[in-house]
């Protein structure tokens, strides 16, 4: 009695209330604390959203103080300051899961945002387009110069550029997207919310349909896939 149970992973957030409900009958806490940064927190941080027991967080909060990316001798902060060194004590059980879970969803929009417009990079100069207006595109070099200034910069453009820089072609991936739950759960609380997610669920409904008919775009969400979380996906047959 007394411990304290953390799910660190991607869990579901309803499943945190349940489980919350169970281990405080056995007198035992729980957070739920979700995780953003991937192969890469080891180095540079994790993102840390915590929710639970807020007496068992603020006697934690070294802890998380010290895995996220606060600066190097600072002390943890208080409150929403926490938030300016990468952890959050979000709300009750399950909150942080559930933020969580919408940060994932976006992220599917975002992915989907920089496929979608690589592809078209991609097939600017197919048999389709008129011979006058047809372009043959250095993607990569494309990746770097719009890392430097670009409205559109950003992590997901770093690890796509040096994605291309590896593999201009991206040959080593299937195009076969998985999806892990989240984005899913995020267009199920669309529903619940009544708000039309439109951009989130088509970017969830583009990866069941890259495990049909994958695309150039599909690759570039594998290669991302595997640039922040080390996910493998299926080797071109």
Known sequence: PGDVIIDGGNSKYTDDVARAKKLAALGLKYLDVGTSGGVWGLDRGYCLMIGGDRESYERLQPIF???APAPAGSSPAAGAKS????????????????V???????????????????????KADAPSVPESQRYNL???AIAEVWRHGSVISSWLLDLLELALEQDPNLEEYSGVVNDSGEGQWTI????????????LAHALF???RSRLNPAFGDKVLSALRKGFGGH??????
């Open 232 to 237: 493998l996906e299926p080797k071109k047959k």
């Open 206 to 208: 583009a990866r069941y």
């Open 65 to 67: 103080h010290a895995l």
């Open 188 to 199: 199920e609380a669309a529903f619940t919310a009544g708000v039309p997610a439109t951009v």
């Open 138 to 140: 250095d993607l990569h």
């Open 83 to 98: 938030a300016e060194q990468g952890y959050l004590y979000c709300g009750p059980a399950g909150s942080a899961h559930f």
């Open 100 to 122: 969580k879970m919408i940060h994932n969803g976006i992220e599917y929009g975002m992915m989907q945002a920089f496929a979608e417009g690589f592809e078209i990079l991609q």
